[in-house]
């Protein structure tokens, strides 16, 4: 069965996403980012979310992290609970 691994960056609005993805493509770090600015409790661990398996996140985080390209900031990708950045750390099956 299909796992993955992922960290994010939760944060209220599609601008504030845009301006941390800037900012991480242009060299900060994606933990010391998340650690700063992500309002999700995974933030403290640099936005790691650990491993996960399909439909154990909503829908549109789950899309993204099972097709999307491996290493990269992914996002904005909205959801229920605001906008994500989303980096894949690993993916098998």
Known sequence: MAKASAR???V???ADCNTLKKMIEAGE???AVAKQHSKCPS???GG???EFFPGQMVR???EVV???DIGKVLGPVKTQFGYHLIEIT???G
Do not use: Y
């Open 8 to 10: 994010h960056i939760l």
């Open 12 to 14: 209220p609005s599609e």
């Open 29 to 31: 770090d994606f933990a």
């Open 43 to 45: 933030g403290k661990q």
């Open 48 to 50: 790691a979310l650990g």
């Open 60 to 62: 549109e985080f789950d």
């Open 66 to 68: 099972f097709s999307g």
């Open 90 to 92: 690993s993916r098998t």
